[in-house]
Structure formats: structure tokens, C-alpha cells
Antibody, heavy 124, light 108 residues
Framework: QVQLVQSGAEVRRPGASVKVSCKAS????????MHWVRQAPGQGLEWMGR????????DYAQKFQGRVTMTRDTSISTAYMELSRLRSDDTAVYFC?????????????????WGQGTLVTVSS | DIQMTQSPSTLSASVGDRVTITCRAS??????LAWYQQKPGKAPKLLIY???NLESGVPLRFSGSGSGTEFTLTINSLQPDDFATYYC??????????FGQGTKLEIK
């Protein structure tokens, strides 16, 4: 069965960086795009970006351009999201989410499987 | 970016009720809309895609409709497990795949 297992909670100081991992299993990792979505405490969902299943090239929401980097290691079926220059309003649960996609790997940009979420707390 | 606005923000209902949640897009998104259910401390769960297509395994009491800028999620005969927060998400615009602010469905 498809599973996305994320790394554990992190605490960072303002200005620092954090890198969250998402290990996939139960499917062919390179057959689907992976997205990252975050949720601040008590707030809604916010799409951050996605990583191309083939090229590994990422597309980011304009809000996060220059601060976020999404990468992957296909040898261990793991995707990563690194956010730099952290601020207190980056405190949130960060989710990886698999793109539903079609049989040829074309992205649909909605999400059928999600990781359990990783809480990142930014506090001085 | 395309803005998604859900109404109401909170909805109180009883087991057995039929409820409808509305999602409006700031511009035409054709049928490229998904609905998710989220329970506290959990990841969202896909319910509906392409505005009206039921995801596999989702109960038939859930249905979606709409196109263009106005969409609805309807839940017939509410069950105790349905009390959660619901989000719409547009995936028409490459500039960003935005979510509505959520609708919390509470027990009356």
C-alpha cells in the first residue's frame, strides 16, 4: 500500500533553515510528482510547490520563491523540502502529498496520498 | 493567484441531515476542483476530483457539482464520522494550486 512517512518534529530559531523528508513506499517513486503543502496552527492549507517526477526540477509558489528548495533522492524514494530564513510565521505542519497523475505520469495537481505531517516550530 | 472562497466557514448540523458547502473561484477554473476532508491532527483526505468525480472508497453520500466559478459539496444523511473540516482546491492555474479557507462541520 502507498505510504508517505515524514521526518519528525523540528524546532528552529528565526533565520535558520529546516529540511523535512518524506519517504515513499508502495509505488514507483519516479512515476508521480510530489507536492508540499503546509498548514499553520488553526489555519487552512497552503500549497508550496512540487517536484517533477522525471527531471527533479521543482516549481514553487511565488510566495516561497528564493526560500524553498525541493529535492529528491530516487535511490531511497525520498523527497525533501528545505525552507530557509525561517520566520515565526513559518511555524506550521508541513505535508508531502503525492500527485494523483495519470498512467503516463502527467501531473493532475491534486493529491491522493499524504504524509502524516511534520511540525516545524520557529521560535527564539 | 486564483482565490478560493468557501461558505459557510462553520456549519452546524445533526446526524442524518443533508448539508451543502459552497466554493467560489475568483476566475474560471472549468472543472479543475477537488474537495478534501480533514480531521484534527490528520492529513487531508481526497473526496472529490474534477468537481464531481468521487474518489475510490469514498461513500456515495458525498457528491460534488459545479463548473466555472461556483462549486458545491453535498453530504447526504450525515454520519458521525463526517464531522470534520472540508477544503476545496483549484488546480486549474499553474501559478499556484490554491485552497479555500475551509468549512468546519460541527455537530449541532
Amino acid at each position: 500500500q502507498v505510504q508517505l512517512v515524514q521526518s519528525g518534529a523540528e524546532v528552529r530559531r528565526p533565520g535558520a533553515s529546516v529540511k523535512v523528508s518524506c519517504k515513499a513506499s508502495g509505488y514507483t517513486f519516479t512515476a508521480y510528482y510530489m507536492h508540499w503543502v503546509r498548514q499553520a496552527p488553526g489555519q487552512g492549507l497552503e500549497w508550496m510547490g512540487r517536484i517533477n517526477r522525471n527531471s527533479g526540477v521543482s516549481d514553487y509558489a511565488q510566495k516561497f520563491q528564493g526560500r524553498v528548495t525541493m529535492t529528491r533522492d530516487t535511490s531511497i524514494s525520498t523527497a525533501y523540502m528545505e525552507l530557509s530564513r525561517l520566520r515565526s510565521d513559518d511555524t506550521a505542519v508541513y505535508f508531502c502529498a503525492r500527485d494523483t497523475g495519470d498512467s503516463s505520469g502527467y501531473p493532475f495537481n491534486y493529491f491522493d496520498y499524504w504524509g502524516q505531517g511534520t511540525l516545524v516550530t520557529v521560535s527564539s | 493567484d486564483i482565490q478560493m472562497t468557501q461558505s459557510p466557514s462553520t456549519l452546524s448540523a445533526s446526524v442524518g441531515d443533508r448539508v451543502t458547502i459552497t466554493c467560489r473561484a475568483s476566475q474560471n477554473i472549468n472543472i479543475w476542483l477537488a474537495w478534501y476532508q480533514q480531521k484534527p491532527g490528520k492529513a487531508p483526505k481526497l473526496l472529490i476530483y474534477k468537481a464531481s468525480n468521487l474518489e475510490s472508497g469514498v461513500p456515495l453520500r458525498f457528491s460534488g457539482s459545479g463548473s466555472g466559478t461556483e462549486f458545491t459539496l453535498t453530504i447526504n444523511s450525515l454520519q458521525p464520522d463526517d464531522f470534520a473540516t472540508y477544503y476545496c482546491q483549484q488546480y486549474n492555474s499553474y501559478s499556484g494550486y490554491t485552497f479555500g479557507q475551509g468549512t468546519k462541520l460541527e455537530i449541532k
